[in-house]
């Protein structure tokens, strides 16, 4: 490239970064008052959000390939001082151009926000611990609240912030949870945090009509049909926990059970006019048990007998649990969302699928057109017609031969302008308790800023201004409203944000989550906001005790974040443990968006 050629190329450049400078100083000005409006700990780090976001206003695309054509910056990792950037480029284009750089601006320095961001993340999360950067947060299960143990091994393997969900339990559950954890100690020597989440507006599904009441018992067989395993069956007159593997079932005569040895043949003729056979094979404290290789329908009021020498020794099966109803939706199905909440009846052969739905507000809202998704997206439909007290969605998504919809199920209406207050009367009632007791409260199904001004006005009327503040993004006009939300909130001294993966990803298209995230994780790197990284982190592992490969990944991935939540599950512990080990090796390889290029000792070896 001649001199001449090079010296055009230099200044166009100068002239494309002057005009993008221009526009974020235009852009900050436009937004003084929102920026005033931030805490003080925050106004620089919303006026770098706000240069960010002008920034992403324009395709810059060509401007950095051009950039880095020069052997200059090309803005990728400028989200934590974007105007300081900027200003780096531009001085250097100024003075290879023979111009006068620009005057300071007053921007975040370079090394000045990822301190910011580290410093917000301390104050809301909590110190980390020593060997990794990223907090662990962990649902806490019903069972926290009777097991102190159980919290003290969490802390023990890395849970650094525990989770209360207000959608589950109550204030005396939620009170012994919390003793249980600040009991305990991290390695760290500081207490783990305590995070209350708000239910908020949650839309689900109604009840259905409970079904029989009976009991499948059925032996486990091969592809051939043959038994391998025969049904276990624990018969008790007590209501302690049945032996692992077992179908507990209730009988009404302890004296029959005291009568009983190993080795009696039992029979019994099951709901279908089956006559059955089961044989006795051990004995307990409490009952016995008993197997059998023949698939049973047992119903309440059976009789199952004894046949001996001696005479025929009978009992009556106890009150069965009543089965759960559900409806078999399939392509091209009807249902029909109801106001009433009275328990649906199971669908006739042909006829629409009817059930509840617990948000009167949709009923109103809704239109013809919109979409629906039911439970976390397994079924999906199109609003045919919406009246006073029912919508009619046609069903356009579903596995190949139908699933089935439950009671009690997530709904979800991504294309609907609900207008709802994210605080619920039930979670105005549990502020009470979480402003008292939390560290932070995670606002669910936030929408707009007003939102957050609301919960911002409710901690403060109960003396609560500086417990922490979370937004959960999980729908469509969250992550829409995100700048605004996020310079509402920063306008508390502590605040974060949680990407809720599960109702964002039917929100905004399974295929669209993974952009989704990455502009959630960019805009609040932009704003010096810490990010949780949420729902089905290792979730196979807590719930089975044996992780997939892509969660594994996955995992790994959510080192960007400052901290990873964890649901609950029977091998909590391990998730925990394994979490820990993979943010802490991940660390020494990722940081945000930038590559840590550390040495490789895999690879470093003589040549053969």
Not at 101 to 106: D, H, N, S, W, Y
Not at 238 to 252: Q, S
Request: contains cysteine; negative net charge.
């Amino acid at each position: 490239m001649n001199s001449t050629r090079s010296g055009t190329v230099l200044e166009q450049l100068e002239t494309d970064v002057r005009a993008v400078r221009d526009a974020m100083l235009a852009a900050e000005a436009a937004r003084a008052a929102d920026i005033a409006a931030a805490h003080p700990s925050h106004r620089r780090s919303a006026a770098n959000l706000v240069h960010y976001l002008e920034l992403r206003h324009h395709d810059v695309r060509d401007l950095q390939a051009r950039l880095a054509a020069t052997g200059l910056s090309s803005l990728g990792r400028s989200e934590a001082h974007v105007l300081a950037t900027i200003d780096a480029v531009l001085s250097v284009l100024a003075r290879l151009n023979g111009h006068e750089p620009p005057g300071p601006a007053a921007a975040v320095a370079m090394t000045e926000g990822p301190r910011l961001l580290a410093g917000n993340a301390d104050r809301l999360l909590g110190t980390p611990a020593a060997k990794r950067a990223s907090r662990i947060m962990v649902t806490l299960p019903s069972d926290a609240a009777a097991q102190p143990e159980m919290v003290a091994q969490m802390t023990e393997r890395g849970m650094d912030i525990a989770r209360v969900n207000c959608a589950h339990d109550g204030a005396d559950e939620w009170a012994r949870m919390i003793e249980n954890v600040r009991a305990t100690k991290r390695p760290n020597g500081h207490r783990p945090r305590i995070a209350m989440d708000l239910a908020g507006p949650k839309v689900r599904t109604g009840p259905l009509q409970p079904g029989p009441r009976v009991v499948r018992i059925a032996p486990r067989r091969d592809t051939l049909g043959v038994v391998t395993a025969p049904a276990r069956v624990w018969l008790t007159c007590t209501g302690h926990a049945a032996p692992a593997g077992t179908v507990a079932v209730a009988v009404d005569d302890p004296g029959w059970l005291s009568r009983r040895q190993p080795g009696d043949r039992l029979e019994l003729v099951d709901s279908r006019n089956a006559t059955r056979h089961w044989e006795v094979v051990a004995l307990g404290d409490d009952g016995c048990l008993v197997t059998t290789k023949q698939t049973t329908y047992l119903a309440s009021g059976s009789r199952i007998v004894c046949r001996s020498a001696e005479g025929d020794d009978s009992v009556a099966v106890g009150e069965l649990r009543e089965a759960e109803q559900v409806h078999r939706v399939d392509l091209g199905d009807t249902v029909v969302l109801t106001r009433s909440l009275e328990p649906a009846p199971p669908t006739p052969s042909g006829a629409a699928h009817r059930i509840g739905c617990t948000l009167s507000e949709v009923f109103d809202q809704a239109r013809a057109g919109e979409r629906v998704w039911l439970d976390d997206g397994k079924i999906g439909g199109t609003i045919d017609r919406v009246c006073d007290d029912e919508i009619e969605l046609v069903v356009t998504d579903v596995r190949p031969g139908g699933a089935n919809l439950k009671a009690g199920k997530g709904i979800n209406f991504p294309t609907t302008d609900l207008r709802l207050d994210a605080l619920t009367a039930k979670d105005l009632v549990d502020l009470d308790f979480a402003a008292a007791h939390a560290d932070m409260v995670n606002l669910s199904f936030v929408r707009r800023a007003a939102d957050v001004e609301q919960l911002q006005a409710e901690l403060a009327g109960r003396g609560a201004d500086d417990v922490g503040i979370v937004l959960k993004i999980e729908n469509v006009a969250a992550f829409e409203h995100l700048p605004e939300l996020l310079l509402m909130a920063m306008r508390s001294r502590r605040v974060g944000v949680m990407i809720a993966r599960g109702d964002l990803a039917v929100e905004v298209g399974f295929e669209r989550l993974a952009e989704v995230q990455e502009e959630i994780l960019w805009a609040c790197e932009a704003a010096h906001v810490p990010v949780i990284w949420a729902t089905q982190v290792l979730d196979t592992l807590a719930r089975t005790g044996q992780p997939s490969r892509a969660e594994i990944t996955d995992a790994a991935m959510s080192e960007r974040a400052e901290c990873v939540m964890l649901n609950k599950g029977p091998h909590i512990a391990d998730a925990i443990h394994t979490l820990d080990s993979i943010l802490t090796r991940m660390q020494h390889h990722q940081h945000k968006k930038r590559s840590l290029l550390r040495r490789l000792q895999a690879w470093d070896r003589e040549p053969a």
